[in-house]
């Protein structure tokens, strides 16, 4: 019965979603700080919270599914960075200036610490729980101005309002991509993703190209962080309740994380590079990049419906 309801309500959370995060970003105050919580930590943080619903009860096995879940966020990365440099091989010199931003060294780094828990195939759950607290203390980090002699501007109450409407809104689509997906998990894992994706062409839309990818960068990053944080979570506290203390619990089948690894890596690298390229070059990068995301994102969902 629960997944019926979810199944219903899944369209409707998606477009409220969509609708107050559309309303907080037009309604926002435009400076510096406001765009780095919004690409660093208000975006991503709502774009992963419909994924982590995917994750919930797996009992520590990540598996195709819970794989391609938290593997989205880099098909993302991969899709709207090479979206934007297409677009910018064929625009101005300005455009290409701000696309081409420094990027963060976390990054890379992700990329390389979800390719060696790969690797592995199964790993401690305190490897998760290590992950999750690396990435809360980023989201931290990314809270902080990067000069705090600015005064910073106080918000509307209507947008305060409507990033809390977007909150739970995002709330609300974790619980019905949770009930949904015992029943259709494709269905389920695309429109999560087909919204996750909206939110950061939206960013990209009213804050900037740049701003756009660093928040797909972001999400890449933080949602591996946060879903095997879940599942480490999910392990101690089983753990806790069934009174085991010699066995040590551990998150299986976590090879589906090879292929988001190197998306994440392989992206990151494209970005950094893609300043010295030419146009032409640039050109063929973001196709690659776009073909390698949707092709990506493709077998994670067809995986599903098997």
């Known amino acids: 019965m629960l997944s019926w309801i979810g199944l219903f309500l899944l369209l409707p959370a998606a477009m ?8 907080c970003l037009a ?16 975006g991503p943080v709502l774009a992963s919270l419909g994924f982590l619903g995917m994750l919930w009860d797996r009992s520590g096995v990540l598996g195709e599914g819970g794989a ?3 593997g989205m966020g880099a098909v993302i990365f991969a899709i709207v960075a090479g979206m934007m440099l297409l677009n ?3 625009s101005n010199v300005q455009q290409d200036k701000e696309l081409m931003t420094d990027l963060p060294l976390i990054w890379p780094v992700a990329g390389v610490v979800i390719l060696l828990t790969a ?11 290590i992950v999750c607290a690396i990435g809360l203390v980023l989201i ?12 910073q501007k106080s918000e509307s109450d209507a947008q305060s309002s409507s990033l809390a409407g977007a909150f739970v809104s995002s709330l609300f689509l974790a619980v019905c991509a949770w009930w949904s997906t015992s029943l259709l998990p494709a269905l389920a894992l695309t429109v999560v993703s087909l919204v996750s994706l909206v939110l950061v062409m939206l960013v990209a839309a009213h804050r900037g190209v740049s701003q756009g990818i660093r928040m797909a960068g972001w999400l890449a990053v933080l949602l591996p962080c946060l879903g095997l944080g879940l599942l480490g979570h999910d392990q ?6 069934s009174g085991r203390d010699s066995a040590v619990p551990r998150l299986h089948e976590t090879i589906g994380l090879l292929g988001p690894g190197l998306i994440l890596l392989a992206t990151t690298l494209v970005l950094a590079g893609g300043r010295r390229w030419s146009p032409t070059w640039r050109r063929y990068a973001g196709l690659g990049l776009f073909l390698v ?12 419906m098997a």
């Open 119 to 129: 690797a592995a195939a199964k790993v401690p759950h305190l490897v998760g729980l």
């Open 140 to 151: 931290w980090i990314n809270t902080m101005p990067a000069d705090s002699s600015v005064e």
């Open 88 to 90: 910018s091989a064929s």
């Open 293 to 304: 995301g949707v092709v990506a994102g493709g077998l994670a969902i067809r995986g599903l």
């Open 16 to 23: 409220a979603l969509v609708l107050f995060w559309s309303r």
């Open 236 to 241: 101690l506290f089983q753990m806790i309740q």
């Open 27 to 42: 309604l926002s105050n435009r400076d510096q700080f406001k765009d780095q919580l919004i690409a660093s930590v208000w």
């Open 68 to 70: 391609g879940a938290i």
